[in-house]
Protein backbone atom coordinates (compact mmCIF):
# COMPACT_ATOMS: atom_id res chain seq x y z
CA UNK A 1 0.00 0.00 0.00
CA UNK A 2 1.86 3.36 -0.86
CA UNK A 3 2.22 6.28 1.55
CA UNK A 4 -0.56 8.26 0.40
CA UNK A 5 -3.01 5.43 0.40
CA UNK A 6 -2.00 5.31 4.52
CA UNK A 7 -2.29 8.84 4.93
CA UNK A 8 -5.82 8.50 3.75
CA UNK A 9 -6.82 5.36 5.85
CA UNK A 10 -5.39 6.95 8.83
CA UNK A 11 -7.56 10.43 8.42
CA UNK A 12 -10.60 8.38 7.72
CA UNK A 13 -9.72 6.17 10.81
CA UNK A 14 -9.92 9.56 13.07
CA UNK A 15 -12.83 10.21 12.05
CA UNK A 16 -14.98 7.28 12.61
CA UNK A 17 -12.48 6.71 16.03
CA UNK A 18 -14.29 10.38 16.60
CA UNK A 19 -18.09 8.95 15.42
CA UNK A 20 -17.95 5.66 17.59
CA UNK A 21 -16.42 7.23 20.78
CA UNK A 22 -19.07 9.72 20.82
CA UNK A 23 -21.60 6.67 20.30
CA UNK A 24 -19.41 4.47 23.04
CA UNK A 25 -19.20 7.77 25.51
CA UNK A 26 -23.32 7.42 25.66
CA UNK A 27 -23.92 4.36 26.53
CA UNK A 28 -22.51 4.94 30.72
CA UNK A 29 -24.24 8.61 30.47
CA UNK A 30 -27.32 8.20 29.22
CA UNK A 31 -29.09 7.28 32.33
CA UNK A 32 -28.34 10.10 34.11
CA UNK A 33 -28.73 12.28 31.56
CA UNK A 34 -32.61 10.80 31.37
CA UNK A 35 -33.23 10.45 35.35
CA UNK A 36 -32.11 13.98 35.57
CA UNK A 37 -34.76 14.84 33.31
CA UNK A 38 -37.67 13.06 35.11
CA UNK A 39 -37.83 10.32 32.29
CA UNK A 40 -37.46 6.42 32.92
CA UNK A 41 -36.96 3.73 31.12
CA UNK A 42 -39.33 3.23 28.37
CA UNK A 43 -37.87 6.77 26.98
CA UNK A 44 -34.52 5.34 27.48
CA UNK A 45 -34.68 2.37 25.46
CA UNK A 46 -36.17 4.82 22.47
CA UNK A 47 -33.48 6.91 23.09
CA UNK A 48 -30.67 4.32 22.42
CA UNK A 49 -32.90 2.72 19.02
CA UNK A 50 -33.55 6.29 17.39
CA UNK A 51 -29.52 6.79 16.24
CA UNK A 52 -29.40 3.06 15.09
CA UNK A 53 -32.99 3.25 13.49
CA UNK A 54 -32.37 6.27 11.72
CA UNK A 55 -28.45 5.56 10.46
CA UNK A 56 -30.34 2.36 9.33
CA UNK A 57 -32.57 4.49 7.08
CA UNK A 58 -30.23 6.88 5.75
CA UNK A 59 -27.29 4.85 4.87
CA UNK A 60 -27.98 4.21 1.20
CA UNK A 61 -29.49 7.68 0.95
CA UNK A 62 -25.93 9.16 1.86
CA UNK A 63 -24.42 6.32 -0.03
CA UNK A 64 -25.87 7.24 -3.46
CA UNK A 65 -25.74 10.77 -2.55
CA UNK A 66 -21.94 10.59 -2.55
CA UNK A 67 -21.95 8.58 -5.61
CA UNK A 68 -23.26 12.05 -7.38
CA UNK A 69 -21.52 14.53 -5.36
CA UNK A 70 -18.44 12.85 -4.66
CA UNK A 71 -17.02 11.47 -0.96
CA UNK A 72 -15.26 14.37 0.69
CA UNK A 73 -18.20 16.46 0.63
CA UNK A 74 -20.51 14.10 2.17
CA UNK A 75 -17.79 13.15 4.57
CA UNK A 76 -17.75 17.16 5.46
CA UNK A 77 -21.18 17.28 6.06
CA UNK A 78 -21.37 14.07 8.34
CA UNK A 79 -18.97 15.46 10.47
CA UNK A 80 -20.23 19.08 11.03
CA UNK A 81 -23.98 17.12 11.50
CA UNK A 82 -22.15 14.79 14.09
CA UNK A 83 -20.35 18.03 15.99
CA UNK A 84 -23.81 19.87 16.06
CA UNK A 85 -25.58 16.64 17.57
CA UNK A 86 -22.66 16.22 20.50
CA UNK A 87 -22.86 20.11 21.30
CA UNK A 88 -26.72 19.39 21.35
CA UNK A 89 -26.49 16.59 23.53
CA UNK A 90 -24.13 18.33 25.79
CA UNK A 91 -26.81 21.42 25.85
CA UNK A 92 -29.78 19.51 26.17
CA UNK A 93 -32.37 20.46 29.57
CA UNK A 94 -35.19 18.88 28.22
CA UNK A 95 -35.89 15.28 26.58
CA UNK A 96 -37.08 16.48 23.50
CA UNK A 97 -33.40 17.82 22.82
CA UNK A 98 -31.91 14.15 23.40
CA UNK A 99 -34.08 12.97 21.32
CA UNK A 100 -33.43 15.72 18.66
CA UNK A 101 -29.41 14.99 19.42
CA UNK A 102 -29.52 11.67 18.85
CA UNK A 103 -31.46 11.60 15.73
CA UNK A 104 -29.31 14.44 14.08
CA UNK A 105 -26.70 11.82 15.19
CA UNK A 106 -27.98 8.77 13.11
CA UNK A 107 -28.94 10.88 10.19
CA UNK A 108 -25.21 12.04 9.96
CA UNK A 109 -23.38 9.47 11.49
CA UNK A 110 -24.41 6.94 8.61
CA UNK A 111 -23.44 9.55 5.99
CA UNK A 112 -19.59 9.42 7.54
CA UNK A 113 -19.22 5.49 7.68
CA UNK A 114 -20.82 4.32 4.11
CA UNK A 115 -18.78 6.91 2.62
CA UNK A 116 -15.73 6.25 4.17
CA UNK A 117 -16.17 2.96 3.26
CA UNK A 118 -16.55 3.69 -0.12
CA UNK A 119 -13.60 6.08 -0.55
CA UNK A 120 -11.84 2.76 0.50
CA UNK A 121 -13.46 1.38 -2.47
CA UNK A 122 -12.80 3.87 -4.53
CA UNK A 123 -8.96 4.32 -3.81
CA UNK A 124 -7.50 0.98 -3.30
CA UNK A 125 -6.55 -2.08 -5.53
CA UNK A 126 -8.80 -5.13 -5.14
CA UNK A 127 -5.18 -6.78 -3.64
CA UNK A 128 -5.28 -3.95 -0.66
CA UNK A 129 -9.08 -3.56 -0.08
CA UNK A 130 -9.37 -6.09 2.65
CA UNK A 131 -6.73 -4.40 4.69
CA UNK A 132 -8.25 -0.80 3.92
CA UNK A 133 -11.38 -2.32 5.02
CA UNK A 134 -9.71 -3.79 8.16
CA UNK A 135 -8.47 -0.76 9.64
CA UNK A 136 -11.42 1.63 9.08
CA UNK A 137 -12.96 -1.55 11.15
CA UNK A 138 -10.56 -1.57 13.80
CA UNK A 139 -10.72 2.22 13.76
CA UNK A 140 -14.65 1.58 14.43
CA UNK A 141 -13.69 -0.97 17.62
CA UNK A 142 -11.35 1.50 18.85
CA UNK A 143 -13.31 4.40 19.21
CA UNK A 144 -16.70 2.06 20.54
CA UNK A 145 -15.00 0.24 23.19
CA UNK A 146 -13.08 3.11 24.43
CA UNK A 147 -16.28 5.12 24.21
CA UNK A 148 -17.98 4.36 27.28
CA UNK A 149 -14.44 4.61 29.93
CA UNK A 150 -14.51 7.73 28.20
CA UNK A 151 -17.39 9.05 28.87
CA UNK A 152 -17.27 7.97 32.67
CA UNK A 153 -14.56 9.15 33.24
CA UNK A 154 -14.85 12.58 31.77
CA UNK A 155 -18.58 12.89 33.09
CA UNK A 156 -17.23 12.73 36.41
CA UNK A 157 -17.58 16.80 37.40
CA UNK A 158 -20.26 17.53 34.23
CA UNK A 159 -22.36 15.07 32.60
CA UNK A 160 -21.90 17.43 29.30
CA UNK A 161 -17.95 17.06 29.62
CA UNK A 162 -17.55 14.47 27.07
CA UNK A 163 -19.88 15.55 24.36
CA UNK A 164 -18.13 18.88 24.52
CA UNK A 165 -15.45 17.26 23.75
CA UNK A 166 -16.40 15.51 21.01
CA UNK A 167 -18.18 18.59 19.36
CA UNK A 168 -14.37 19.59 19.81
CA UNK A 169 -12.55 16.53 18.26
CA UNK A 170 -15.22 15.85 14.84
CA UNK A 171 -14.04 20.05 13.91
CA UNK A 172 -10.30 18.38 13.89
CA UNK A 173 -11.27 15.66 11.79
CA UNK A 174 -13.65 18.58 10.05
CA UNK A 175 -10.20 20.07 9.00
CA UNK A 176 -7.81 17.28 8.58
CA UNK A 177 -10.50 15.99 5.49
CA UNK A 178 -11.21 19.70 4.41
CA UNK A 179 -7.13 20.11 4.25
CA UNK A 180 -5.82 17.25 3.52
CA UNK A 181 -8.09 14.59 2.11
CA UNK A 182 -8.50 14.53 -1.77
CA UNK A 183 -11.34 13.57 -3.27
CA UNK A 184 -11.14 9.72 -4.59
CA UNK A 185 -14.43 9.91 -6.92
CA UNK A 186 -13.35 12.10 -9.76
CA UNK A 187 -16.20 13.99 -11.80
CA UNK A 188 -16.75 11.34 -14.58
CA UNK A 189 -16.90 8.61 -12.19
CA UNK A 190 -20.14 9.51 -10.88
CA UNK A 191 -23.49 8.87 -11.26
CA UNK A 192 -25.57 11.13 -13.02
CA UNK A 193 -28.96 10.62 -11.51
CA UNK A 194 -32.21 12.62 -11.69
CA UNK A 195 -35.53 13.18 -9.34
CA UNK A 196 -35.18 12.91 -5.39
CA UNK A 197 -33.41 11.15 -3.30
CA UNK A 198 -35.21 8.14 -1.92
CA UNK A 199 -34.78 6.43 0.88
CA UNK A 200 -34.56 2.40 2.02
CA UNK A 201 -37.62 0.46 2.35
CA UNK A 202 -38.54 -2.99 3.22
CA UNK A 203 -39.17 -3.78 -0.46
CA UNK A 204 -35.82 -2.17 -1.42
CA UNK A 205 -34.03 -4.42 1.32
CA UNK A 206 -36.03 -7.82 -0.31
CA UNK A 207 -34.70 -6.63 -3.68
CA UNK A 208 -31.08 -6.01 -2.23
CA UNK A 209 -31.50 -9.67 -0.37
CA UNK A 210 -31.97 -11.07 -4.13
CA UNK A 211 -29.63 -9.08 -5.46
CA UNK A 212 -25.92 -10.47 -6.85
CA UNK A 213 -24.80 -8.78 -3.54
CA UNK A 214 -27.77 -10.25 -1.25
CA UNK A 215 -26.00 -13.21 0.55
CA UNK A 216 -23.42 -10.93 1.61
CA UNK A 217 -25.56 -7.81 3.19
CA UNK A 218 -27.25 -11.06 4.65
CA UNK A 219 -24.14 -12.35 6.20
CA UNK A 220 -23.43 -8.38 7.70
CA UNK A 221 -26.93 -7.76 9.13
CA UNK A 222 -25.97 -11.66 10.97
CA UNK A 223 -22.46 -10.63 12.09
CA UNK A 224 -24.24 -7.14 13.79
CA UNK A 225 -26.53 -8.97 15.17
CA UNK A 226 -24.54 -11.70 17.31
CA UNK A 227 -22.42 -9.29 18.23
CA UNK A 228 -24.35 -6.99 19.95
CA UNK A 229 -26.71 -9.54 21.03
CA UNK A 230 -22.91 -10.85 22.78
CA UNK A 231 -22.71 -7.08 24.36
CA UNK A 232 -25.78 -5.94 25.23
CA UNK A 233 -25.85 -8.37 28.35
CA UNK A 234 -21.98 -9.35 28.89
CA UNK A 235 -22.55 -7.32 31.66
CA UNK A 236 -25.50 -8.98 33.44
CA UNK A 237 -24.35 -12.69 32.19
CA UNK A 238 -21.03 -12.08 34.21
CA UNK A 239 -22.79 -10.22 37.17
CA UNK A 240 -25.58 -13.33 37.93
CA UNK A 241 -23.34 -16.04 36.68
CA UNK A 242 -20.01 -15.01 38.29
CA UNK A 243 -20.49 -12.53 40.38
CA UNK A 244 -18.05 -10.31 39.08
CA UNK A 245 -17.70 -6.88 39.50
CA UNK A 246 -17.14 -3.46 37.34
CA UNK A 247 -13.27 -4.17 37.66
CA UNK A 248 -13.43 -8.07 36.26
CA UNK A 249 -16.18 -6.80 33.35
CA UNK A 250 -13.74 -4.13 32.72
CA UNK A 251 -10.36 -6.02 31.99
CA UNK A 252 -12.47 -8.63 29.99
CA UNK A 253 -13.93 -5.32 27.69
CA UNK A 254 -10.00 -4.83 27.24
CA UNK A 255 -9.19 -7.94 25.98
CA UNK A 256 -12.26 -7.55 24.21
CA UNK A 257 -10.60 -3.73 22.69
CA UNK A 258 -6.62 -5.51 22.08
CA UNK A 259 -8.42 -8.93 20.30
CA UNK A 260 -10.94 -6.91 17.97
CA UNK A 261 -8.54 -3.77 17.28
CA UNK A 262 -4.98 -5.46 16.42
CA UNK A 263 -7.07 -8.39 14.59
CA UNK A 264 -9.09 -5.97 12.32
CA UNK A 265 -5.93 -4.32 11.42
CA UNK A 266 -3.50 -6.90 11.26
CA UNK A 267 -4.93 -10.29 9.92
CA UNK A 268 -7.68 -8.66 7.86
CA UNK A 269 -5.20 -7.66 4.74
CA UNK A 270 -2.74 -10.98 5.13
CA UNK A 271 -5.90 -13.23 5.04
CA UNK A 272 -8.23 -11.98 2.60
CA UNK A 273 -5.34 -11.72 -0.11
CA UNK A 274 -3.70 -15.39 1.08
CA UNK A 275 -7.15 -17.13 0.92
CA UNK A 276 -10.14 -14.69 -0.35
CA UNK A 277 -12.63 -13.09 1.58
CA UNK A 278 -15.00 -15.70 0.76
CA UNK A 279 -13.12 -18.58 2.68
CA UNK A 280 -12.54 -16.29 5.38
CA UNK A 281 -15.75 -15.52 6.12
CA UNK A 282 -16.83 -19.03 6.33
CA UNK A 283 -14.50 -19.70 8.62
CA UNK A 284 -15.06 -16.59 10.93
CA UNK A 285 -19.53 -17.98 11.01
CA UNK A 286 -18.23 -21.26 11.96
CA UNK A 287 -15.56 -20.07 14.48
CA UNK A 288 -18.22 -17.58 15.88
CA UNK A 289 -20.69 -20.54 16.55
CA UNK A 290 -17.75 -22.36 18.59
CA UNK A 291 -16.96 -19.63 20.21
CA UNK A 292 -20.44 -19.00 21.78
CA UNK A 293 -20.55 -22.42 23.15
CA UNK A 294 -16.81 -21.72 24.59
CA UNK A 295 -18.09 -18.78 26.25
CA UNK A 296 -21.08 -20.68 27.87
CA UNK A 297 -18.59 -23.59 29.08
CA UNK A 298 -15.95 -21.20 30.06
CA UNK A 299 -16.19 -21.14 33.86
CA UNK A 300 -13.46 -19.89 35.47
CA UNK A 301 -12.00 -16.06 35.32
CA UNK A 302 -8.67 -17.43 33.38
CA UNK A 303 -10.69 -19.40 31.15
CA UNK A 304 -13.21 -16.33 30.51
CA UNK A 305 -10.56 -14.72 29.73
CA UNK A 306 -9.43 -17.16 26.81
CA UNK A 307 -12.86 -17.85 25.78
CA UNK A 308 -13.87 -13.94 25.29
CA UNK A 309 -10.67 -13.29 23.35
CA UNK A 310 -11.29 -16.54 21.09
CA UNK A 311 -14.38 -15.43 20.22
CA UNK A 312 -13.67 -11.63 19.32
CA UNK A 313 -10.85 -12.65 17.28
CA UNK A 314 -13.36 -15.45 15.50
CA UNK A 315 -15.72 -12.82 14.26
CA UNK A 316 -13.50 -9.76 14.06
CA UNK A 317 -12.34 -10.72 10.35
CA UNK A 318 -15.90 -11.27 9.14
CA UNK A 319 -17.51 -7.92 8.65
CA UNK A 320 -14.47 -6.27 7.33
CA UNK A 321 -14.17 -9.17 4.87
CA UNK A 322 -18.02 -9.13 4.06
CA UNK A 323 -17.51 -5.38 3.27
CA UNK A 324 -14.84 -5.87 1.09
CA UNK A 325 -16.22 -8.88 -0.91
CA UNK A 326 -19.63 -6.60 -1.36
CA UNK A 327 -17.06 -3.70 -2.75
CA UNK A 328 -15.55 -5.89 -5.30
CA UNK A 329 -18.96 -7.46 -6.69
CA UNK A 330 -20.36 -3.58 -6.61
CA UNK A 331 -17.85 -1.45 -9.22
CA UNK A 332 -20.42 0.73 -10.55
CA UNK A 333 -21.84 2.01 -7.05
CA UNK A 334 -19.63 1.90 -4.31
CA UNK A 335 -21.44 4.36 -2.20
CA UNK A 336 -24.89 2.77 -2.40
CA UNK A 337 -23.47 -0.61 -1.87
CA UNK A 338 -21.38 0.06 1.34
CA UNK A 339 -24.85 2.08 2.12
CA UNK A 340 -26.53 -0.89 2.50
CA UNK A 341 -24.12 -2.74 3.76
CA UNK A 342 -24.63 -0.17 6.78
CA UNK A 343 -28.57 -0.40 6.55
CA UNK A 344 -28.37 -4.37 7.27
CA UNK A 345 -25.46 -3.35 9.75
CA UNK A 346 -27.95 -1.06 11.80
CA UNK A 347 -30.88 -4.05 11.85
CA UNK A 348 -28.53 -6.17 13.54
CA UNK A 349 -27.78 -3.78 15.68
CA UNK A 350 -31.66 -2.55 16.24
CA UNK A 351 -32.59 -6.29 16.94
CA UNK A 352 -29.62 -8.10 18.41
CA UNK A 353 -30.35 -5.97 22.02
CA UNK A 354 -33.92 -6.61 21.76
CA UNK A 355 -33.40 -10.38 21.00
CA UNK A 356 -30.70 -10.92 23.88
CA UNK A 357 -32.94 -8.66 26.65
CA UNK A 358 -35.91 -10.96 25.60
CA UNK A 359 -34.13 -14.46 26.09
CA UNK A 360 -31.94 -13.91 28.96
CA UNK A 361 -34.81 -12.91 30.94
CA UNK A 362 -35.58 -16.88 30.25
CA UNK A 363 -32.17 -17.89 31.05
CA UNK A 364 -28.70 -15.95 31.03
CA UNK A 365 -27.43 -18.89 28.80
CA UNK A 366 -30.28 -18.86 26.13
CA UNK A 367 -28.33 -15.56 24.17
CA UNK A 368 -25.01 -16.93 23.96
CA UNK A 369 -26.58 -20.51 22.63
CA UNK A 370 -29.20 -18.82 20.37
CA UNK A 371 -26.20 -16.61 19.01
CA UNK A 372 -24.10 -20.19 18.54
CA UNK A 373 -27.15 -21.74 16.67
CA UNK A 374 -27.52 -18.65 14.25
CA UNK A 375 -23.69 -18.39 13.39
CA UNK A 376 -23.91 -22.10 12.61
CA UNK A 377 -26.86 -21.80 10.33
CA UNK A 378 -25.05 -18.73 8.42
CA UNK A 379 -22.27 -21.23 8.34
CA UNK A 380 -23.76 -23.72 6.31
CA UNK A 381 -25.78 -20.99 4.16
CA UNK A 382 -21.98 -19.13 2.82
CA UNK A 383 -21.38 -22.87 2.16
CA UNK A 384 -23.19 -22.53 -0.44
CA UNK A 385 -23.68 -19.53 -1.40
CA UNK A 386 -20.26 -17.71 -0.40
CA UNK A 387 -18.11 -17.65 -3.34
CA UNK A 388 -15.04 -15.46 -4.21
CA UNK A 389 -16.72 -15.34 -7.82
CA UNK A 390 -16.15 -12.45 -10.34
CA UNK A 391 -16.84 -8.82 -10.31
CA UNK A 392 -20.38 -8.41 -11.36
CA UNK A 393 -21.24 -5.67 -13.95
CA UNK A 394 -20.81 -2.10 -12.95
CA UNK A 395 -23.76 -0.92 -10.72
CA UNK A 396 -25.02 -5.14 -10.07
CA UNK A 397 -27.06 -5.38 -6.93
CA UNK A 398 -27.16 -1.64 -6.63
CA UNK A 399 -30.35 -1.04 -7.36
CA UNK A 400 -32.89 -1.40 -4.61
CA UNK A 401 -32.02 1.94 -3.08
CA UNK A 402 -34.82 3.88 -4.66
CA UNK A 403 -38.36 3.53 -3.34
Known amino acids: METSDRKKILILSFTLIV ?90 SSATLATALAYIGDSTSDEDRGSGMGMLGAAMAL ?17 STPFFIAAGLSLVSLLLILALLPESLPA ?14 VRALWRALLSPIGILLFMV ?28 VGTILMVIAVVSTVGKAALTGPTTRRWGEAVVIKASLLAGSVGFVVLVLANTYPTILLATGFF ?31 SFMSLGRIAGPIWAGLIFDLNVDYPYLSGSAIM ?3 FLISLVWVSQGRKEPAGAGLQPVAD
Open 19 to 108: VMLGFGMVIPIFPFYVERLGAGGSELGLLVATSALLEFLFAPVWGGVSDRIGRKPVLMLGMVGYGLSSLLFGLSTQLWMLFASRALSGIL
Open 143 to 159: GVILGPGFGGWLAGDAL
Open 188 to 201: EARQQTEGKVSTIS
Open 221 to 248: SLFSFALTNFEAVFGLYALEKFGYGPER
Open 312 to 342: ILSKTLLRPAAFSLISKRATGGQGVAMGLSN
Open 376 to 378: FIG
